[in-house]
């Protein structure tokens, strides 16, 4: 009995590499859909294939998602369960934070209820290069329209940007309730929040000090 586990977060690209290397298994690891595997560690014998084992990540996947959708909150503006692992997958990119989860989903619940955008640079650089961004962002690339670009389009991006892991899926599924409508780095590896645009701006200033002085 072997063991692989696929970290929250990764592309479904990135997880069909780690299955390409993992010893043991045989055959194609095949294309699945960006956002059905769910990130968890799974066992497997010897000689086992990589499509089974595909197939059994796509499965957790659907159950998880079928449970957590059951006992979801009555009005949340994501209207199937597709449209809530995109926004897990923004959510799970955006923060490694575990606390910080529910707070990330409610501001991005708030703006999809306010019909704002959500301005997510994760979703910028995905749709830039899906297979991962090797520079940071500029401000051309968070004008330059792409399907995936929620700087430029308003609501959620057509597909998933990762595949998110049970937590966050459940931070969408249930958001902290709270009235943050922003959030930027805070210099200290988590977020500083706010209600309003002027106290976004005030923590906008603080984070690029500290970038600066690095």
């Known amino acids: ?40 560690t799974y066992h497997f014998s010897y000689g086992d294939s990589r499509e089974e084992l595909v197939k059994r990540m796509q499965a957790s996947m659907e159950t998880t998602v079928a449970r957590l959708w059951d006992m979801r909150s009555p009005d949340l503006p994501v209207k199937t369960p597709e449209e809530a692992v995109i926004l897990a997958s923004i959510v799970e990119r955006e923060t490694g934070i575990p606390q910080e989860r529910g707070l990330v989903a409610g501001v991005f619940v708030n703006r999809l209820k306010r019909g704002m955008r959500l301005q997510s640079d994760p979703t910028v650089a995905y749709g830039i290069a899906p297979g991962g961004l090797e520079q940071p962002l500029t401000r051309a690339d968070l004008k330059q329209p792409t399907p995936f670009n929620t700087y430029v389009i308003r609501g959620l991006p057509p597909t998933p940007i990762a595949n998110p892991g049970i937590d966050a899926i ?45």
Do not use: C
């Open 1 to 40: 009995m072997r063991r692989l586990t696929i970290p929250e977060g990764l592309t479904a690209a990135e997880v069909m590499a780690r299955l390409e290397l993992a010893e043991g298994l045989t055959g194609a690891a095949g294309n699945p859909a960006e956002g059905s595997l769910l990130p968890e």
């Open 170 to 214: 459940r931070a969408v599924m249930n958001p902290v309730q709270t009235d943050y409508l922003y959030f930027v780095a805070d210099g200290s590896g988590g977020h500083a929040f706010a209600r309003t645009l002027n106290e976004h701006n005030r923590n906008v200033r603080k984070w690029r000090k500290i970038r600066d002085s690095n």
